[in-house]
């Protein structure tokens, strides 16, 4: 499966923290349209993906950008949820998503699942899962037994 044609993509980074025995892959998808939307949902994952690589408990991070359909992605690794949820109550994170609010609502996806981290998720299976999922606040779920549906890694 092709992916369209993006604007940005920053690639998977790993960030500095030791291997994990286990892992958990969240990813979010925010649907935005107008300029001034699209600026604050580019530079602010922007900001957050370089905030992901210094944050205790990250194991990598990627973001991706369709601005002409109005969605943005991201996909990161964490070493469990404590350090998801610590990052997100941040300053980096927090300061993010005040801008956004400005603006009023923003229809987003907000989910994680746990995965190998030994392995890298990838995007085509990341917005397969984000694709039917619907948007409201953050929620863990728990991955089936012997699943290999979205978003281990490839």
Known sequence: ???????????????????????????????GTGPRRAWLLLTGGVRLYFAVLRAPGALGVS????????????????RDE?????????????????????LGPVRGVLI??????????????????LAVIDPGPYRHQPSPAGSDSVPPAS
Not at 11 to 25: D, H, K, Q, S, V
Not at 94 to 102: D, I, S, T
């Open 82 to 102: 404590e350090s998801l949820l610590a990052f997100a109550r941040g300053r980096a994170h927090q300061r993010a998503v005040g801008r956004l609010a400005e």
């Open 1 to 31: 499966m092709a992916m369209p044609a993006t604007l940005l993509l920053l690639p998977w980074r790993r960030t500095g923290e030791p291997a994990a025995n286990r892992a958990l892959a969240f990813a979010s998808r925010f649907d």
């Open 112 to 129: 994680s699942r746990d995965a190998d981290p030994r392995q890298r998720p990838n995007w085509r299976d990341t917005t397969r899962w």
């Open 63 to 78: 973001l991706y950008a369709q601005p002409l359909l109005g969605h943005y992605y991201t996909l990161s690794l964490w």
